[in-house]
Nanobody
Framework: QVQLLESGGGSVQAGDSLRLSCAASGRTFSIYNTGWVLQAPGMEREFVAAIRRSSTSTLYADSVKGRCTISRDTTKNTVYLKMNSLKPEDTAVYYC??????WGRGGYAYWGQGTQVTVSS
């Protein structure tokens, strides 16, 4: 089993950048496919980005393509989500999720507690 802890959220202005971190403990993170999912107030969870455990493939939602980069640092057991050109509509709680077999937009078994991102205009 793996435990996930997100960090790096905060309150920023439109156009700013943030880097979210998802640190794993319990098992080697590199064996898990990992994704980021956001949940805006009153809305369903929405896929943002994913990276394969081998880091050979990444996947992005259309809404963030070109503005976000997901990456993995195996030496730190951490997956990152770098977000540029932030917009007010990016405001949400961002969750890190992981699974040994599932890859892509959903179905992850393990979830972190989330980190709040607030973007003001």
């Amino acid at each position: 089993q793996v435990q996930l802890l997100e960090s790096g959220g905060g309150s920023v202005q439109a156009g700013d950048s943030l880097r979210l971190s998802c640190a794993a403990s319990g098992r080697t993170f590199s064996i898990y496919n990992t994704g980021w999912v956001l949940q805006a107030p009153g809305m369903e969870r929405e896929f943002v980005a994913a990276i394969r455990r081998s880091s050979t493939s990444t996947l992005y939602a259309d809404s963030v393509k070109g503005r976000c980069t997901i990456s993995r640092d195996t030496t730190k057991n951490t997956v990152y989500l770098k977000m540029n050109s932030l917009k007010p509509e990016d405001t949400a709680v961002y969750y890190c999720a992981a699974d040994i077999s599932t890859w892509g937009r959903g179905g992850y078994a393990y979830w972190g507690q989330g980190t709040q991102v607030t973007v003001s205009s």
